[in-house]
């Protein structure tokens, strides 16, 4: 459905189904709007603020995903249009992680309400579910954002309460926090559904809910966070502490609530071990790969808030045109380096494909001719089952993910071999069925940028933690093939972008992106020129601070899960931090050590 003709028919569909699915509820102009120049995902539908207008990214190409995720983008707009009102809302609950939970609510009443009446609409909804909760959570893992998927998550309980299904991408969430979620909130679950077609009074009851997880009362407002028009930035900063310790209060509770859970002696302390051969029947065991960050006591890593911390996507930080000449700046070096390139390909390549075992399936009625069954045919001339085909074989049910250092210290010649490498590496694995997504961290600024001037300004107080923001790059997902992902791998080269490294954080959200792939084995490698240094951070917290972090973090998940880590020291030996690992002392050797480490741990 990609001629003219044809999108056409399909967005005067879309519209009269959205007409009629609102039921009148408003006269809403629907704009269609291209994809690559709006603001949202493809597929996202979105009010103004009057909601006089509604506007859809609308794609260049329109696969069957997206034509899906596009009608339930639509009809989740319709169904809020015709059985959500603001004058009919709930007081204003109390925080900002409780209006997040009683929007999140409120949109599950609205689609169950919908997908009762209009049973149509559900195969369209829940497809709108699968593709928004893998979005969320590709880009920031689990353990980030952890407010607002605490608060979805608390939406797919009410969702499933009237008895429709939580979509598979959510899976690791639901399993992580769901039954959590579930024991607070199951004796309001009838009340709830009861009330399912009564917007106030469903909205009165989730006021109870809140109140029953017992978060902080005194915090502040969104209204409050944002006042001063003339510097709302600031402004934000300046009341951010607050926002972020209220967020972190209110997680503190859940997580004290998960551990009392758990403890039934109330005592506090750990239940005792079981013994070997008996199974304990009460308690659910963890979901295997989930990376746990918590609150830690002044003298334990922390940041000194995340509210600066950034996940973005390699377009997001430079144009389309910026980003194709880096391109071709990228591409001039693996002209010159095209020997070497080729070379390590087909090394990589031919070891990969050597280890596929060949399949046949036979008896076929077309295909390739097979010798072994043409003596049928002179038995018996009608016989047509003589033809066999070559099975579609994937090497392994494996993701790799590359964790590039993008410090400073790896300006010019380093960088550049590393994006190649990348390079060669992503093109590569994607022939063998691999999946691979490429990665980069660095900070926003140097010498610890907004953060530290919000400690400055809140008086520096003593043991603030990591102070300076995160800015964490998504080169290439896993689900992206390389021909769409391959113009941003150019970013590294471009001027500017390179500052400090904080590894710690960085192979967590690196960890927590994994562990919510389906692949049964998760490869990630970590390519770095040294220890982890950030100034800001460093001189006020002793020279170890970083990397301690690292060090813990690098045993949680060597020992924690079953993502297998490894690593590459350009110039620098951290064999002392990983358990496997390689030190090349010329960044030519980069290509050849990830291939030979990759082949050898495949």
């Not at 102009?29 to 509604?54: I, M, Q, V, W, Y």
């Not at 972190?248 to 239940?271: C, F, H, R, T, V």
């Not at 530290?452 to 998504?474: E, F, Q, T, V």
Request: charged share 25%; net charge negative; proline share 5%.
């Amino acid at each position: 459905m990609n001629t003219k003709s044809q999108i056409e028919v399909f967005k005067n569909s879309l519209t009269a189904a959205f007409n009629a699915i609102s039921g009148g509820a408003a006269q809403v102009n629907l704009l269609f709007e291209a994809a690559d120049k709006s603001n949202h995902r493809p597929g996202e539908a979105e009010f103004f603020s009057d909601t006089s207008s509604l506007v859809v990214a609308f794609p260049e190409e329109l696969s069957r995903e997206q034509i899906g995720y596009i009608r339930g983008s639509l009809d989740f707009a319709a169904l809020k249009l015709r059985w959500h009102d603001d004058a009919d809302n709930a007081p204003p609950p109390p925080n900002l992680l409780a209006t997040a939970i009683m929007a999140a609510a409120e949109d599950a009443r609205v689609e169950a309400v919908g997908r009762r009446y209009m049973k149509g609409a559900g195969e369209n909804l829940q497809t709108r579910l699968e593709h928004e909760w893998r979005d969320k959570l590709e880009i920031s893992g689990l353990a980030g954002n952890q407010p607002k998927i605490i608060a979805d998550c608390i939406g797919l309980v009410i969702l499933e309460e009237a008895g429709f299904t939580a979509p598979a991408a959510a899976d690791l969430v639901m399993k992580s926090y769901g039954r959590f979620i579930k024991a607070k909130i199951t004796p309001y679950l009838p009340k709830l559904k009861a009330n399912f077609e009564n917007q106030r009074k469903f909205g009165e009851i989730m006021l109870e809910v809140i109140k029953s997880l017992q978060f902080p009362e005194a915090a502040p407002t969104e209204k409050q966070l944002v006042q001063n028009d003339e510097h709302p930035e600031e402004e934000a900063a300046e009341n951010s502490p607050q926002a972020s310790s209220e967020v972190m209060q209110g997680l503190n509770a859940l997580a004290a609530a998960l551990q009392e859970e758990n403890n039934p002696d109330k005592s506090g302390q750990p239940l005792p071990a079981a013994d070997k051969g008996q199974e304990n029947d009460n308690i659910e065991p963890a979901p295997r790969n989930i990376i746990h960050v918590t609150n830690a006591p002044h003298h334990e890593y922390r940041p000194y808030t995340a509210i600066f911390d950034r996940a973005v996507n390699a377009e997001e930080l430079a144009g389309h045109e910026e980003l194709t000449e880096l391109r071709r700046q990228l591409d001039m070096k693996l002209s010159e380096l095209k020997n070497v390139t080729n070379k390590l390909a087909y090394k990589l390549q031919r070891k990969l494909l050597a280890r596929q075992a060949k399949a046949w399936d036979f008896g076929l009625e077309e295909g390739l001719l097979d010798s072994a069954r043409l003596s049928r045919i002179v038995s018996d001339p009608g016989y047509t089952h003589i033809y066999k085909w070559e099975k579609e074989t994937i090497y392994n049910d494996t993701v790799v993910t590359l964790l590039i250092d993008n410090s400073g210290s790896m300006r010019g010649r380093p960088i550049t071999v590393a994006a190649l490498s990348a390079d060669i590496l992503a093109r590569t694995l994607e022939r063998c069925r691999i999946k691979t997504e490429v990665l980069g961290f660095t900070t926003a600024e140097w010498k610890g940028g907004k953060l530290r001037k919000l400690w400055m300004k809140n008086g520096s107080p003593a043991y603030p933690g990591r102070l300076n923001d995160l800015l964490h790059i998504i080169y290439k997902s896993a689900g992206t093939p390389w021909h769409r992902a391959k113009r941003n791998l150019g970013l590294m080269l471009k001027e500017g972008l390179l500052k400090e490294n904080i590894d710690g954080e960085a192979i967590l959200w690196a960890a927590s992106r994994l562990a919510m792939r389906p692949e049964k084995r998760r490869i990630l490698m970590v390519i770095s020129d040294g220890a982890p240094v950030d100034d800001s951070t460093l001189s006020v917290m002793g020279g170890t601070y970083l990397d301690n972090h690292l060090r813990q973090t690098i045993n949680m998940v060597e020992g924690g899960t079953d993502i297998e880590l490894l690593a590459i020291g350009i110039g620098h030996d951290v064999t002392g931090y990983y358990k496997r690992a390689v030190t090349i002392r010329e960044v030519e050797q980069l290509g050849d050590a990830m291939i030979g480490q990759l082949s050898e741990l495949i």
